[in-house]
T-cell receptor
Framework: GAGVSQSPRYKVAKRGQDVALRCDPISGHVSLFWYQQALGQGPEFLTYFQNEAQLDKSGLPSDRFFAERPEGSVSTLKIQRTQQEDSAVYLC?????????????FGPGTRLTVT | QKEVEQNSGPLSVPEGAIASLNCTYSDRGSQSFFWYRQYSGKSPELIMSIYSNGDKEDGRFTAQLNKASQYVSLLIRDSQPSDSATYLCAVSYSSASKIIFGSGTRLSIRP
């Protein structure tokens, strides 16, 4: 079946612009996670949704980062007033289970470059 | 101390040999452990999960977990050039709201 999809795949933003990154999880998956991955590093946790509830946002690096999943399916990660340090690959993952204790499946990622 | 530690490599293994990848973690309450493979420019792909002490085998892959030593490993038998990738160890946080990734080990299989 269809996997996790993300759009856009690539985004170039000028410093100070706002961006919105979309994630469409596997159908029926309860949990959705956002990660940020810098070159040569493992993914860093940003936030976790169980259905429409954002249960953990401890990894969001600043109040410029905001995520939502209003209907418990598609999620959007928004970054306001982008900075150069926001340049990274943003990964979305989903899981059938209602926790982070079971398998997560990743989308292809969005590569954000802030110039 | 990082929460999940892996040797960054590169680990170079001849084709057909066994590749052994190791990971240690700091949270004694962790219950779930995962190995992901990531090719350059691609997203992580789940290859193994393990939840209890001991070994779990799936094809050429064996995951080993020792909770007392806070250690998890991945063995790849009959290594192939297509196994060349970065292998990420991930451990569920005891709150079960997130998993923590190591920085990954780069594996290179030489023909």
């Amino acid at each position: 079946g269809a996997g996790v999809s993300q759009s856009p795949r690539y985004k170039v933003a000028k410093r100070g612009q706002d961006v919105a990154l979309r994630c469409d999880p596997i159908s029926g998956h309860v949990s959705l996670f956002w990660y940020q991955q810098a070159l040569g590093q493992g993914p860093e946790f940003l936030t976790y949704f169980q259905n429409e509830a954002q249960l953990d946002k401890s990894g969001l690096p600043s109040d410029r980062f905001f995520a939502e999943r209003p209907e418990g399916s598609v999620s959007t990660l928004k970054i306001q007033r982008t900075q150069q340090e926001d340049s990274a690959v943003y990964l979305c993952a989903s899981s059938l289970a209602a926790s982070a204790s079971y398998e997560q499946y990743f989308g292809p990622g969005t590569r954000l470059t802030v110039t | 101390q990082k929460e999940v530690e892996q040797n960054s490599g590169p680990l170079s293994v001849p084709e057909g040999a066994i590749a052994s990848l190791n990971c240690t973690y700091s949270d004694r309450g962790s219950q779930s452990f995962f190995w992901y493979r990531q090719y350059s420019g691609k997203s992580p792909e789940l290859i193994m999960s393990i939840y209890s002490n001991g070994d779990k085998e799936d094809g050429r892959f064996t995951a080993q977990l020792n909770k007392a030593s806070q250690y998890v490993s991945l063995l790849i038998r009959d290594s192939q050039p297509s196994d060349s990738a970065t292998y990420l160890c991930a451990v569920s946080y005891s709150s079960a709201s997130k998993i923590i990734f190591g920085s990954g080990t780069r594996l290179s299989i030489r023909p």
